[in-house]
């Protein structure tokens, strides 16, 4: 019910499966977009989670100004919707009030717009994809004026490019991010690493744990899951 996947579910009824281009998924930017490298490093916890738009959880507002909740969307959407990761990208838009697109082979773009409230996708779910009368504001794209879109900055906010790197190679590494990701990101939030630092951990972990490309079973998942764990822990031990 995450209103990314959502969004693309209600642009896929618009055509045939076979007929679809590419999946665009749409991402708010998070709290940081614009900043470098450089800026980056000295962003507090408080400074992550000033989100532009949403108000979600501690750690997923921190995975959204790390652009790594769009790279677990990307992911999702693969295998949500059977498509290649290739087939699906990722794109700026700081209003978020287009949900997400899809493009077809003709190259129409089928959008879902509406006010960023999450009541809207859950309403949808919970009916098995049936309308009923609203339960957020209307859309007033006239009071908006205008809708900006932006290529992501994958150089100084890297996870995106990791998570579709681990969406390709499939097997455990899905997991072995994820599992990486948590354990830096409340490491942030406690106080413990930098901002940037998380980025570090999360691609150390993923190196090391490439024999995982290859676990498909239960217990091979909750395995690679175990070990990035345990991964990650190591290094905050280590470096601080």
Same mark, same amino acid.
């Given at each position: 019910?995450?209103?990314?996947?959502?969004?693309? %579910?209600?642009?896929?009824?618009?055509?045939?499966?076979?007929? @679809?281009?590419?999946?665009i998924?749409? !991402?708010?930017?998070?709290?940081?977009? #614009?900043?470098?490298?450089?800026? +980056? =490093?000295?962003?507090?916890?408080?400074?992550a989670? !000033?989100?532009?738009?949403?108000?979600?959880?501690?750690?997923?507002?921190?995975?959204? !100004?790390?652009?790594m909740?769009k790279?677990?969307? +990307?992911?999702e959407?693969?295998?949500?919707?059977d498509?290649?990761?290739?087939?699906?990208?990722?794109?700026? %838009?700081?209003?978020?009030?287009?949900?997400?697109?899809?493009?077809?082979?003709?190259?129409?773009?089928? =959008?879902q717009?509406?006010?960023?409230?999450?009541?809207?996708?859950i309403a *949808?779910?919970?009916?098995g994809?049936?309308? %009923?009368?609203a339960?957020?504001?209307?859309?007033?794209?006239?009071?908006?004026?205008?809708?900006?879109? *932006?290529?992501?900055?994958?150089?100084?906010?890297?996870? +995106?490019?990791?998570?579709?790197?681990?969406?390709?190679?499939?097997? #455990?590494?899905?997991?072995?991010l994820?599992?990486?990701?948590? @354990?830096?990101?409340?490491?942030?939030?406690?106080?413990?690493?930098?901002?940037?630092?998380?980025a570090?951990?999360?691609?150390e972990?993923?190196?090391?744990?490439?024999?995982?490309?290859? =676990? %498909?079973?239960?217990?091979?998942? +909750?395995?690679?899951?175990?070990? =990035?764990?345990? *991964?990650? #822990?190591?290094?905050?031990?280590?470096?601080?």
């Open positions: 019910m995450d209103s990314e996947h959502c969004a693309i %579910h209600q642009c896929l009824a618009a055509g045939k499966k076979a007929d @679809v281009k590419k999946l998924v749409t !991402a708010s930017g998070g709290a940081f977009f #614009g900043k470098t490298k450089e800026a +980056l =490093a000295d962003m507090t916890a408080a400074d989670l !000033a989100h532009p738009t949403w108000s979600m959880g501690a750690k997923i507002t921190v995975d959204s !100004a790390t652009l909740n790279g677990f969307e +990307l992911i959407a693969s295998r949500l919707f498509m290649e990761m290739d087939r699906i990208e990722a794109i700026i %838009h700081r209003e978020s009030i287009i949900h997400s697109m899809v493009e077809y082979i003709d190259h129409s773009v089928i =959008a717009l509406s006010v960023p409230d999450m009541r809207s996708c *949808y779910g919970l009916f994809g049936e309308r %009923h009368d339960v957020i504001e209307e859309l007033d794209l006239t009071r908006i004026g205008g809708l900006s879109f *932006y290529v992501p900055d994958e150089e100084n906010f890297p996870l +995106l490019a990791l998570a579709k790197r681990c969406g390709r190679i499939g097997g #455990g590494m899905p997991a072995v994820n599992a990486a990701n948590e @354990v830096a990101v409340w490491a942030f939030l406690d106080g413990k690493i930098r901002f940037g630092r998380i570090e951990i999360v691609g972990t993923v190196e090391a744990l490439m024999p995982f490309t290859s =676990a %498909h079973q239960l217990s091979e998942i +909750l395995t690679a899951d175990k070990s =990035a764990r345990e *991964y990650a #822990g190591a290094l905050l031990s280590k470096k601080g």
